[in-house]
């Protein structure tokens, strides 16, 4: 398979070229609302991992970028997720595991087709390491996601089977959280599911877009936004919310 059909592989396996075609009702009550997070919002850090960062198995370009901005915004929250992409060796979704097979091909899982990636962010490894100058006191809870063998995970709320709950929907619920600040690695991948997932949810969802980096694979990156933009997520900016 070449790179320019490998990449068309990983958009219909990703599913973000579905673009719903209605926004939510409830959209409108709250999207010019004054951006004030407070005791009922959380910042959701995907990802930003050594892994993903130049340098690493996997690494999404800049990465390392969003970190100033990540730790400019903390303060600004009361409630922060920190989620870690955390893969048994041999995992099913590292392309190492099955005979013949290249990254960024795909296979057939149990739950369908599966994007096939590099060995990456292996538990305990250095490489699934939290970037060290990410610096976020008040986090309460780091969501570790990808572990199941058999299963990938992009999404902090649901594995990519789609029936398997990460418990983050609960958590933030109980909590009495509403909305949702989501960023990290990468804006058309796992911050994209995440985001999706929280409007799923009835969460008030926002990307902060410049505390994101993408991979953007023949054009994932706006097919990511025009997804998750008629999904009712609201774009915006680190400076929106008073960075």
């Known amino acids: ?4 059909s490998s990449k068309r592989a990983v958009l219909r396996a990703t599913g973000l070229g579905l673009i719903a075609s209605a926004v939510p009702l409830g959209w409108k009550a709250w999207a010019n609302q004054p951006l004030r997070p407070g005791v009922q919002s959380a910042l959701i850090v995907v990802d930003v991992q050594n892994c993903f960062i130049d340098g690493g198995t996997l690494p999404v ?3 390392a970028e969003v970190v100033p901005i990540i730790n400019a915004m903390a303060p600004k929250f009361a409630n922060i997720v920190v989620t870690q992409d955390w893969h048994t060796p041999a995992h099913a979704s590292f392309a190492s595991s099955h005979a013949g097979k290249k ?3 795909t296979t057939n899982l149990s739950y369908g087709t599966q994007v096939l990636w ?3 962010c292996v538990q305990g490894s250095e490489d699934a390491a939290l970037h060290k100058d990410l610096k976020l006191p008040t986090a309460q ?7 199941h063998p058999l299963v990938d995970s992009y999404s902090a709320f649901l594995e990519a089977d789609r029936k398997t709950v990460t418990g983050l929907g609960g958590y933030l619920r109980q909590r009495g959280i509403t909305d949702v600040f989501v960023c990290g690695l990468a804006t058309d991948f796992c911050v994209a599911w995440t985001a999706l997932d929280a409007r799923d949810l009835g969460f008030a969802t926002y990307v902060i877009e410049d505390a994101c980096r993408a991979i953007d694979l023949n054009g994932s990156l706006d097919q990511a936004w025009k997804a998750m933009l008629a999904k009712g997520v609201r774009r915006i900016q ?6």
Not at 238 to 243: A, N, P, R, T
Request: proline letters at 8%; aromatic letters at 4%.
């Open 238 to 243: 680190s400076k929106e919310i008073g960075v």
């Open 118 to 120: 590099p060995d990456h």
């Open 1 to 4: 398979m070449n790179i320019v």
């Open 61 to 63: 370009a800049k990465g």
């Open 103 to 105: 990254p960024f091909e």
């Open 141 to 147: 809870v780091i969501l570790r996601k990808g572990h």
